[in-house]
């Protein structure tokens, strides 16, 4: 668990003053909760919603049973921003250094999240919670470039999860194989699953699916065959409702938090066969049939299990539905999968990103009602801490809001004035403000497909083609004389038909001055031309006695019991309080470290131009996991690797071209009772052409022996 969790502070009782008398008990025992986020549903997707071409019978009852937003919004309209603000009450804007996080996370990525930020998932945890999240992640794991080599750290566990089990990106690009907890499941040491890029002629074979299935990204991973068999296009349902089932069963005696993140309706639309043709709308609407399987499911457990009444149930999308294949086909069919709503996924008009929201806990939550209070994904941390009875810092609680006055009660007044929404384009960054919807650019910022046999059909080319309205749009296109941005007044205008621009400029005026304060910060790039990518920055710590039987934390401000064999260096062990390039503190364990970047102990600045390899001693593994911390450069000159007594390389690790010292972990299970050392590899002369080391901590057995 995150260090930081000791700043989140347990509340007394009273503090929950905004509740009534017969749920001032909330702090005192909190419910279970269950959060069903659902991909790519669209808000007009559901029957409670207005659709007539799909049958959901179960996500219905649920909100019979509860309480139905018609103001949710998922604050992006993209998977992985929405995904980033819904864990961390943070908007995705704010991310990567306030550059922001505006796409999908590539196959490579690294986690996304700092593991030192606050989510929803610690929050449970802080109070007793069990936690686990089961289904699609795609918010990156490991530091630097993402290697797909175990343990796939960090990655959910380091963010407040006991337990993760699902589809490690999304199910329409690889790698198409399970992760559990930070490992392939199937995986084999002598099959790894290595990354080869698009278009490799010898990937490994996946799961066929016919051409109407809509689009899934070709295999870009060799080896793992194993791995590749227990995956199944047609199984993704089925194998998360009764992963789900099963862990509720588990953990039953204890309070417990579910983040069940669905990869249906998401394309490619492969549904189980018992729901193939079960909808009046195509494939795209047997895969909504097969999401509300998955929905009763998990609640015919709670009540199996007498769970029900303690349980806050919440279900909602990560963004509004996509016009992709499945879309298409579906509306040919008569369903419109964003209901009335102007635009779709990516795109910052209403059907990118308002989505159904349902909250069911019984007795506390009345049934049948509707709320349309203004509300965003972001707000699901500060509404969790509170139904918790917990504090948090004014950054820890980022952009979320208490919400649980709407979920429990009818509040006269808007608890939230206004709401940032993001496209996939920084450029349409928008306000919500009151009535008043704002983007400061034409169009919808998202997706660009200009016809129906395009997967990404969208904006004005596809408004008019589904026959909504817009007054900037004509023929398809917009308008040469359309204003230069965009103003709404939803109280009256959902549909988004009349761009009110020229009528209010002092509302305009004043919604851009606003959107100022949360405008991207340029990117700055690395010398090499290109942004440098998130790591997993460890922290500044005093030197500490290791738990662990071995550890090389050089806090003799020697080298010893390493060795330079090949090059030489000025001043292998630094002691630095500074980083030499921006003045930062060095994030260092203790008083020394390891860096091949300085020449003399006063040095005013580094060299690069400084090469060799150190080793350690050998040593034979008696644990899990070794960690350290590294930085410097990402290249492939600069890293430090764990090799086998022959030295062969087993595993490497790189900085991510910063000097900040990046924490880093590698399996040792395979090599246990084997000779192993570790190599320091600097042969690069240029840009972070250095690398800097410190704290390897282990359980091991250290030799008085070297690698010959």
């Not at 069990?130 to 794991?141: D, M, N, R």
């Amino acid at each position: 668990m995150p260090t930081h969790l000791r700043f989140i502070t347990l509340l007394v009782p009273c503090v929950l003053g905004f509740l009534p008398l017969s749920h001032a008990d909330a702090a005192d025992a909190p419910p279970n909760v269950i959060l069903i986020f659902a991909d790519d549903l669209g808000y007009g997707d559901l029957g409670c919603y207005g659709a007539t071409k799909v049958q959901t019978p179960n996500i219905d009852k649920l909100a019979a049973e509860g309480r139905r937003f018609t103001d949710a919004h998922s604050v992006s309209a993209v998977c992985t921003p929405s995904r980033y603000a819904l864990l961390t009450g943070q908007y995705p804007v704010r991310a990567n250094n306030g550059q922001g996080v505006w796409g999908p996370a590539p196959i490579t990525s690294p986690l996304i999240v700092d593991t030192e930020k606050t989510t929803i998932a610690d929050v449970f945890k802080t109070r007793g919670y069990e936690t686990a999240v089961l289904g699609k992640w795609h918010l990156g794991f490991k530091s630097g470039t993402n290697d797909w080599q175990p343990p796939l750290r960090p990655g959910p566990q380091d963010l407040g999860f006991d337990y993760y089990f699902g589809m490690p990106v999304v199910n329409s690009a690889p790698p198409y194989v399970y992760v559990e907890n930070d490992r392939i499941v199937g995986s084999d040491p002598d099959d790894p699953l290595v990354y080869v890029g698009r278009n490799a002629k010898n990937a490994t074979p996946i799961t066929p699916i016919p051409p109407e299935a809509a689009q899934r990204s070709a295999n870009a991973f060799t080896g793992a065959i194993e791995a590749h068999k227990l995956f199944n296009d047609y199984d993704l349902g089925t194998k998360f409702a009764e992963k789900s089932v099963k862990w509720i069963q588990q953990n039953k005696d204890h309070p417990f938090f579910l983040y069940l993140a669905t990869t249906n309706i998401h394309h490619p639309f492969t549904p189980a066969k018992r729901f193939q043709g079960t909808s009046q709308c195509g494939l795209y609407g047997d895969s909504i049939h097969e999401l509300d399987w998955m929905v009763g499911r998990v609640l015919q457990c709670l009540d199996e299990n007498q769970l029900t009444d303690n349980t806050l149930v919440i279900f909602t999308s990560d963004n509004g539905g996509m016009f992709n294949f499945g879309g298409q086909a579906a509306f040919k069919a008569g369903h419109r999968q964003n209901g009335e709503l102007l635009g779709f996924k990516f795109g910052v008009w209403e059907g990118g990103h308002r989505v159904p929201m349902i909250v069911r806990w019984p007795g506390k939550v009345k049934a049948g009602t509707t709320s349309d209070q203004l509300i965003g994904h972001v707000d699901m941390l500060a509404t969790f801490a509170a139904l918790t009875g917990q504090s948090l810092t004014k950054e820890q609680q980022a952009d979320s809001l208490n919400m649980l006055p709407a979920w429990i009660d009818q509040p006269a007044e808007p608890i939230r004035e206004q709401l940032v929404l993001a496209p996939h384009k920084g450029t349409h960054l928008s306000l919500r403000k009151g009535k008043w919807k704002y983007i400061p650019a034409k169009g919808s910022g998202g997706f660009g497909g200009r016809k129906p046999s395009d997967h990404a059909f969208a904006g004005p080319p596809a408004v008019t083609f589904v026959g909504s309205v817009n007054s900037d749009i004509e023929d398809g296109k917009i308008r040469k004389d359309a204003p230069p941005a965009q103003l709404y007044d939803l109280e009256f205008d959902v549909r988004e038909t009349q761009n009110l621009y020229q009528d209010y400029p002092q509302v305009v005026e004043q919604m851009s001055e606003i959107l100022k304060d949360y405008a991207p910060a340029k990117p700055t790039p690395s010398r090499q031309g290109r942004q440098k990518p998130k790591g997993s920055p460890a922290k500044m710590i005093p030197a500490t006695p290791s738990d662990r039987s071995a550890s090389f934390d050089f806090e003799s401000g020697k080298l010893q019991p390493w060795r330079i064999v090949e090059g030489s260096f000025g001043h292998i062990i630094g002691n630095r309080a500074k980083f030499f390039h921006n003045g930062r503190d060095y994030n260092k364990q203790g008083q020394y470290y390891l860096s091949t970047l300085e020449t003399s102990a006063d040095a005013e600045k580094g060299d690069d131009k400084q090469t060799g390899v150190i080793v350690s001693p050998l040593f034979v593994p008696q644990g899990d996991t070794m960690t350290f911390r590294i930085g410097g450069g990402g290249g492939p000159k600069t890293y430090v690797a764990l090799c086998t007594a022959d030295g062969e390389e087993v595993s490497r690790a790189h900085g991510i071209n910063d000097q900040t010292m990046q924490n880093v972990a590698f399996d040792l299970r395979p090599f246990g009772g084997k000779q192993m050392f570790l190599k320091i590899v600097d042969r690069s002369t240029t840009g972070w052409g250095h690398v800097t080391a410190d704290n390897f901590q282990m359980d091991a057995q250290i030799l008085n022996q070297y690698p010959e």
